[in-house]
């Protein structure tokens, strides 16, 4: 074999030694590449998970700090309110007894009065200016007296008492005992009336009433 045969050949030789080598060292390098990358990706999620939490756990603080700070405002409110609430209260009260004042301030006039007075019919003038006024100041806060006329009503009327129809239609109010009030439409206290009965109805009634006795 001549000289620059065996030098090709053992050129080619190396250049495939090379070949195979840098091969070899490429698939090694993927091959730890390869095995690094799981660990990596892992790892960088595990970061991002770490970053969410902490951002979770930011937004989680200041949603608690502004919940306490809507529930003190909250109570804050309320105790506002109550109070608000009792002024008010108080407020309309104190108009009531002030424009009540002035009627007690003409009866006591009236009784101071009475001891000098000659003239009975100024006497019984102020009364009735006095009861005129009583009866504006029930008015103007809501107060109304129960009519009573005709026939008898439950709704309005209590019967306390009960007379013969002989003069008096059945079922009919004879007499007023005491006046009853209604408070913006509603009744209070109803008023106590004497009714007409017919004679056998009155009968009636006083057999149960010795019943019940």
Partial sequence: MSEEKKEEKDTQREAKEKKENSENQINDEKEEKTEKNPCEDIEKEINELRE???????????LSLAY???????ENYKIRMR????????????????????????????????????????????VQMIHYQLNRFLQDHGMEKIEVCGEFNPIEHEAIETVKAEEHQPNSIV???QTGYKYKGKVIRPAKVVV????????????????EN
Wanted: glycine share 2%.
């Fill in 52 to 62: 969410k939490l902490k951002k979770t756990e930011e937004i989680a603080k200041n």
């Fill in 68 to 74: 306490k700070r809507l529930e003190d405002e909250f």
């Fill in 83 to 126: 109070k608000e609430k009792e002024e008010a209260k108080d407020e309309g009260a104190l108009r009531v007894i002030k424009s009540f004042i002035e009627i007690v301030d003409n009866f006591e006039k009236a009784l101071e009065s009475a001891k000098t007075a000659t003239d009975i019919n100024a006497f019984i003038k102020g």
């Fill in 175 to 177: 007499k007023v005992i």
């Fill in 196 to 211: 007409a009965v017919e004679p056998n109805e009155e009968n009636q009634n006083e057999v149960k009433k010795e019943k």
